[in-house]
């Protein structure tokens, strides 16, 4: 039997106590599968999705550990990348060999394939994989629930660690704490000094439309 861990908002658990795990409804998910991971060796790795989770707006991300046939089909893709087809047991073994390599110098490799870029491969990379199963957990299959470090993973993508964020309205416009960010940019403009934080898009109409509006909104306008 392998063993897997889903994650999800600590808001969800009492209904998945009482009936399983259900597919995931959310933009930009597919509404017919189940996100897990296997659980191996690397605490950081099988939990990698954790923070990425909090920024979207997850809350309290904790851990729904289960268990399912070695044999049962599921899918593995990178988060941007074309799923492949594979037996859970294989799941398992895939993040087991992917975890032992370094992911830095991993993801140098992956940058230079051409087979990983054009999706004809999957990365050697063990961050940024996925599993998906095509049918809800049922309560029966659970192991345990966990609360969990809330510091765990990566944000926005693999690698991003001290990367200057982007401010673009294709990026990260609307996230939380997205106002502060463009409240330092504006005082370090303001001040001469360089700023920390990019924001593109400000030539795009879509971006003068939104600030016309938030100009309306502001008391006395």
């Known amino acids: 039997m392998a063993t897997f861990v889903h994650l999800t908002?600590?808001?969800?658990?009492?209904?998945?106590?009482?009936?399983?795990?259900?597919?995931?409804?959310?933009?930009?998910?597919?509404?017919?599968?189940?996100?897990?991971?296997?659980?191996?060796?690397?605490?950081?790795?099988?939990?990698?999705?954790?923070?990425?989770?909090?920024?979207?707006?997850?809350?309290?991300?904790?851990?729904?550990?289960?268990?399912?046939?070695?044999?049962?089909?599921?899918?593995?893709?990178?988060?941007?990348?074309?799923?492949?087809?594979?037996?859970?047991?294989?799941?398992?073994?895939?993040?087991?060999?992917?975890?032992?390599?370094?992911?830095?110098?991993?993801?140098?490799?992956?940058?230079?394939?051409?087979?990983?870029?054009?999706?004809?491969?999957?990365?050697?990379?063990?961050?940024?994989?996925?599993?998906?199963?095509?049918r809800p957990i049922a309560r029966s299959e659970i192991l345990r629930f966990k609360m969990l470090p809330q510091v765990t993973g990566w944000r926005y993508m693999p690698g991003a660690n001290g990367m200057t964020p982007c401010g673009c309205i294709c990026c990260i416009k609307g996230s939380f704490g997205i106002r502060k960010l463009e409240r330092r940019l504006e005082a370090d403009e303001a001040a001469g000094r360089t700023p920390k934080f990019q924001l593109f898009g400000r030539e795009e109409k879509s971006f003068a439309r939104v600030e016309r509006m938030r100009a309306r909104a502001r008391p006395g306008s």
């Open 9 to 134: 908002s600590h808001r969800n658990l009492p209904g998945i106590r009482r009936g399983g795990i259900a597919f995931v409804k959310r933009d930009g998910w597919r509404p017919d599968r189940v996100y897990a991971l296997p659980v191996t060796r690397e605490f950081n790795i099988a939990h990698q999705w954790l923070r990425e989770l909090r920024r979207m707006g997850g809350g309290t991300i904790a851990g729904v550990y289960f268990r399912m046939p070695d044999d049962e089909m599921v899918e593995v893709s990178h988060y941007n990348g074309a799923p492949v087809a594979m037996r859970a047991a294989e799941a398992v073994a895939l993040m087991l060999l992917a975890e032992q390599r370094d992911p830095v110098m991993a993801r140098v490799a992956d940058k230079a394939s051409r087979a990983v870029q054009r999706g004809r491969a999957l990365p050697s990379s063990p961050e940024g994989f996925q599993v998906t199963i095509s």
